[in-house]
């Protein structure tokens, strides 16, 4: 007589931008249920070949999970990472065991990764499993207009931080035979040193050097290049792929010993806080912003789209000093500070007159803190193509010498300007032929790719007269109703 086998029944927890093993509600769920759980972690393929994809965010996850793994050894228990398609991971899964509950966050992101989890949600009813998602960070799903979201996000952060306790496990995934692909696994086995560490440990490290020491002077450096990398709490990354949860970082720069004596500086990085969540909830709220403009009346707008400025600004090769400065600290930390980022697009879309579609995914895969709720619509915030927002046109040498004086930030990240002068490194143009030569300055220093005061000029009345079009008049009122607070009163 033929026997059929009996699976073993257990839940899954399924990791996704929530990297970390404490303030974890799927596992604390996880833990009081009857039945023991599987960790899982999925690269799909799909998610890999996004745009946005890059070599330094797979680090950082794996980096990530190799640290959880550390953690819940003595638990027997450990994140199996599957290289697959999601819903075949889950159909495999399924079929070697009877899989009651799937535990995670809700994601935020961009459409394509949606359809992924609407997919498997499809698979979960077919097969009679019950997909248990909460809230990440206080975004909430399904929410239509914005007039009660502050103060619930509050509440969010005032409850609090969930200790996570485990218990030895009792399953040990049978077989894998959708492992990394060993190349790949090789490049993520791999960590540049000049990227910021991974990884829960590390998250906790930087969160408690901001509070005890270098948080005392955020709101005096923000701006600044080079200090910056000092005085901001470098938490981004941490928060992006979930090392920590933003109530751990509210609640401990909220109650850590030196926020009576620095209450500016620390309340003006717990706002930045509520900032990162307001802008993932419009992104929850409306991911068309992925590659439509925030205000669709901006879709008109044509631009010069010249190959050459864009590959110059990828490569860090435009001959401004303080723009090829950022692109190449991007490229070798994966970090630099909000104004310069806000300048980068600025040059990119005004000066130069290029799309920002043409640029977005770009700066994405540089930065080691990539978020696509707050990337995009900065973005396009700074763009100008939101239609909301005022319009800021940065003006490079002004903002290098008003922050970058004596160009400490500029020398450190290109090469060719580190013996020049101090007063010619915002414009080392200005130098004479002779000097340029003594000082061995190249060609591409010689002349600005632009001529940055008239290029600024054109790009302020482009953007400026195209707000009186109607279709742009139009969205700015349904962007009001959705994505703003008190939208009555307006
Ligand atoms: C074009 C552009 C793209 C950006 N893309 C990203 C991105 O992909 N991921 C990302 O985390 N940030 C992004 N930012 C916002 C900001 O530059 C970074 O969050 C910040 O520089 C991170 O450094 P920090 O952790 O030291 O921040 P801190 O200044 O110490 O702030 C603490 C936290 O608040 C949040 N935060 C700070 N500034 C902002 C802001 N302006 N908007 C929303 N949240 C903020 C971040 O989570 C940050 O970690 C972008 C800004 C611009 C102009």
Same mark, same amino acid.
């Given at each position: 007589m033929h026997k059929e086998m009996v699976k073993t029944k257990l839940n899954i927890v399924w990791f996704k931008r929530d990297l970390r093993t404490q303030d974890h509600l799927p596992l604390f769920h996880a833990e009081k249920e009857d039945i023991d759980y599987l960790c899982i972690y999925i690269y799909d393929p799909k998610k890999i070949a996004h745009q946005s994809c890059s070599l330094r965010h797979l680090q950082f996850t794996y980096h990530s999970i190799i640290d959880i793994n550390n953690n819940l050894k003595k638990f027997s228990r450990e994140i199996n990472i599957f290289h697959y398609d999601s819903v075949k991971v889950f159909s495999y899964l399924n079929k070697l065991y009877s899989i009651s509950k799937i535990f995670s966050y809700q994601e935020t992101d961009v459409s394509s990764f949606w359809e992924i989890d609407k997919k498997v949600s499809l698979f979960c009813s077919k097969k009679n499993i019950k997909w248990v998602e909460y809230q990440r960070d206080g975004i909430i799903r399904g929410l239509k207009n914005r007039?009660?979201?502050?103060?619930?996000?509050?509440?969010?952060?005032?409850?609090?931080?969930?200790f996570n306790k485990f218990s030895n496990s009792t399953i040990k995934l049978k077989d894998n035979p959708f492992q990394l692909d060993i190349r790949l696994k090789n490049k993520m086995t791999n960590w540049p040193s000049l990227y910021q560490p991974a990884g829960e440990r590390f998250a906790h490290t930087y969160l408690r050097s901001f509070v005890n020491k270098r948080g005392e002077h955020y709101s005096k450096y923000i701006s600044k290049p080079n200090e910056s990398r000092v005085s901001c709490s470098r938490l981004s990354p941490y928060l992006s792929w979930g090392n920590l949860s933003v109530k751990q970082v509210y609640i401990t720069i909220k109650q850590c010993k030196k926020y009576t004596f620095f209450k500016r500086s620390f309340n003006a990085s717990l706002m930045r806080l509520k900032w990162r969540c307001h802008f993932i909830q419009k992104f929850e709220m409306e991911c068309e912003y992925e590659d439509k403009c925030v205000n669709r009346g901006y879709e008109k707008l044509q631009?010069?789209?010249?190959?050459?400025?864009?590959?110059?600004?990828?490569?860090?090769?435009?001959?401004?000093?303080?723009?090829?400065?950022?692109?190449?600290?991007?490229?070798?930390?994966?970090?630099?500070?909000?104004?310069?980022?806000?300048?980068?697009?600025?040059?990119?879309c005004h000066h130069f007159d290029c799309n920002w579609k043409n640029g977005v995914y770009h700066l994405a895969k540089l930065f080691l803190d990539y978020e696509p709720g707050i990337h995009y619509t900065q973005f396009q915030m700074q763009a100008g193509v939101t239609g909301i927002? #005022?319009?800021?046109?940065?003006?490079? $040498? =002004?903002? &290098?010498?008003?922050?970058?004086?004596?160009?400490?930030?500029?020398?450190?990240?290109?090469?060719?300007?580190?013996?020049?002068?101090?007063?010619?490194?915002?414009?080392?143009?200005?130098?004479?032929?002779?000097?340029?030569?003594?000082?061995?300055?190249?060609?591409?220093? #010689?002349?600005?790719?632009?001529?940055? $005061? =008239?290029? &600024?000029?054109?790009?302020?009345?482009?953007?400026?007269?195209?707000?009186?079009?109607?279709?742009?008049?139009?969205?700015?009122?349904?962007?009001?109703?959705?994505h703003t607070r008190n939208f009555k009163s307006i």
């Amino acid at each position: 007589m033929h026997k059929e086998m009996v699976k073993t029944k257990l839940n899954i927890v399924w990791f996704k931008r929530d990297l970390r093993t404490q303030d974890h509600l799927p596992l604390f769920h996880a833990e009081k249920e009857d039945i023991d759980y599987l960790c899982i972690y999925i690269y799909d393929p799909k998610k890999i070949a996004h745009q946005s994809c890059s070599l330094r965010h797979l680090q950082f996850t794996y980096h990530s999970i190799i640290d959880i793994n550390n953690n819940l050894k003595k638990f027997s228990r450990e994140i199996n990472i599957f290289h697959y398609d999601s819903v075949k991971v889950f159909s495999y899964l399924n079929k070697l065991y009877s899989i009651s509950k799937i535990f995670s966050y809700q994601e935020t992101d961009v459409s394509s990764f949606w359809e992924i989890d609407k997919k498997v949600s499809l698979f979960c009813s077919k097969k009679n499993i019950k997909w248990v998602e909460y809230q990440r960070d206080g975004i909430i799903r399904g929410l239509k207009n914005r007039e009660k979201w502050d103060k619930m996000w509050y509440n969010h952060v005032s409850v609090p931080i969930i200790f996570n306790k485990f218990s030895n496990s009792t399953i040990k995934l049978k077989d894998n035979p959708f492992q990394l692909d060993i190349r790949l696994k090789n490049k993520m086995t791999n960590w540049p040193s000049l990227y910021q560490p991974a990884g829960e440990r590390f998250a906790h490290t930087y969160l408690r050097s901001f509070v005890n020491k270098r948080g005392e002077h955020y709101s005096k450096y923000i701006s600044k290049p080079n200090e910056s990398r000092v005085s901001c709490s470098r938490l981004s990354p941490y928060l992006s792929w979930g090392n920590l949860s933003v109530k751990q970082v509210y609640i401990t720069i909220k109650q850590c010993k030196k926020y009576t004596f620095f209450k500016r500086s620390f309340n003006a990085s717990l706002m930045r806080l509520k900032w990162r969540c307001h802008f993932i909830q419009k992104f929850e709220m409306e991911c068309e912003y992925e590659d439509k403009c925030v205000n669709r009346g901006y879709e008109k707008l044509q631009y010069s789209d010249n190959n050459e400025l864009i590959n110059s600004w990828k490569n860090g090769t435009t001959g401004i000093p303080i723009v090829d400065a950022c692109i190449r600290c991007l490229q070798k930390t994966g970090w630099i500070n909000f104004r310069m980022r806000a300048m980068l697009v600025s040059i990119f879309c005004h000066h130069f007159d290029c799309n920002w579609k043409n640029g977005v995914y770009h700066l994405a895969k540089l930065f080691l803190d990539y978020e696509p709720g707050i990337h995009y619509t900065q973005f396009q915030m700074q763009a100008g193509v939101t239609g909301i927002n #005022s319009i800021r046109i940065y003006n490079p $040498i =002004k903002q &290098s010498k008003d922050h970058d004086p004596d160009g400490i930030f500029i020398k450190k990240w290109v090469d060719e300007l580190v013996n020049i002068p101090s007063e010619f490194v915002h414009e080392p143009w200005l130098m004479t032929d002779l000097d340029r030569s003594f000082y061995q300055i190249n060609e591409q220093f #010689s002349v600005p790719s632009i001529d940055i $005061i =008239k290029a &600024s000029r054109l790009a302020r009345k482009k953007i400026w007269s195209h707000r009186t079009d109607n279709i742009v008049k139009k969205e700015n009122l349904r962007l009001i109703k959705k994505h703003t607070r008190n939208f009555k009163s307006i």
